[in-house]
């Protein structure tokens, strides 16, 4: 999907009335924020490697994580061309402009690195939650086996980003390693489409073949 088809067919949608299709990406690319305001959350295509470095221009250094993105603009340019490149990546846009982008690296690995970045602007509002569900739902898509991140043991937010969406800490040495295997119901629970996730206890449209299943995901926060 690009931006422009995105846009198209998302502008004006009430997703309130969704129950999916067979044809939807793994997670629905519709998202309402902490303060209501709509987002799309959209696979990243070449065309954005200047949006991103144009957002990732705009951290500042008490911004960045294990020295990401990298502070000069040739190797900011540089290694989002490589993750374009070799991860599959999302961003999270609103209103033409790119405000976060997450992805999971390398694509052939059973157990890829997930990292999310999300602009200063746009923090605390949900949308780092939402891009980690997005990676989550296209890892498990992709029959990946689990994926696992590395995050500053100081770094209480992004923990509690990281534990709401499942993953738990399975090794501590310097930074903390997490890991979410993609077995458990959390990667099934996250393609839902809108309105199972939020009314129904039980999915309105199988989501994989002969699947089904019941509960809730986490509230998005």
């Given at each position: 999907m690009t931006p422009d088809t995105a846009s198209v067919a998302c502008d004006g949608w009430d997703e309130s009335?969704?129950?999916?299709?067979?044809?939807?990406?793994?997670?629905?690319?519709?998202?309402?924020?902490?303060?209501?305001a709509r987002w799309t959350v959209?696979?990243?295509?070449?065309?954005d490697e200047p949006r991103l470095v144009e957002m990732y221009e705009r951290f500042d250094r008490g911004d960045r994580a294990q020295g990401l993105p990298?502070?000069?603009r040739r190797r900011r340019v540089e290694w989002v061309r490589s993750m374009l490149a070799?991860?599959?990546n999302v961003v999270a846009e609103r209103d033409g402009a790119v405000f976060g982008h997450a992805m999971y690296t390398p694509t052939d690995a059973?157990?890829?690195?997930?990292?999310?970045?999300?602009?200063?602007?746009?923090?605390?509002r949900g949308v780092g939650t939402e891009l980690c569900r997005h990676v989550i739902a296209n890892a498990a898509a992709a029959d990946r086996e689990g994926i696992e991140l590395h995050v500053e043991t100081g770094n209480r937010a992004a923990r509690s980003v990281?534990?709401?969406?499942?993953?738990?800490?399975?090794?501590r040495r310097g930074d903390l390693r997490?890991?979410?295997?993609?077995?458990?119901s959390i990667a099934t629970e996250v393609r839902w489409p809108p309105l199972a996730r939020e009314?129904?206890?039980e999915p309105l449209v199988e989501t994989t073949p002969g699947g089904s299943g019941a509960g809730r995901s986490p509230a998005d926060d």
């Open positions: 009335e969704c129950e999916g299709t067979p044809h939807c990406p793994p997670r629905c690319p519709r998202f309402v924020d902490k303060q209501g959209r696979p990243a295509v070449d065309a990298p502070v000069s070799e991860g599959n059973p157990v890829p690195e997930l990292a999310v970045f999300v602009h200063p602007d746009a923090q605390d990281y534990g709401t969406v499942g993953f738990e800490v399975v090794e997490m890991r979410l295997d993609l077995d458990d009314g129904p206890t």
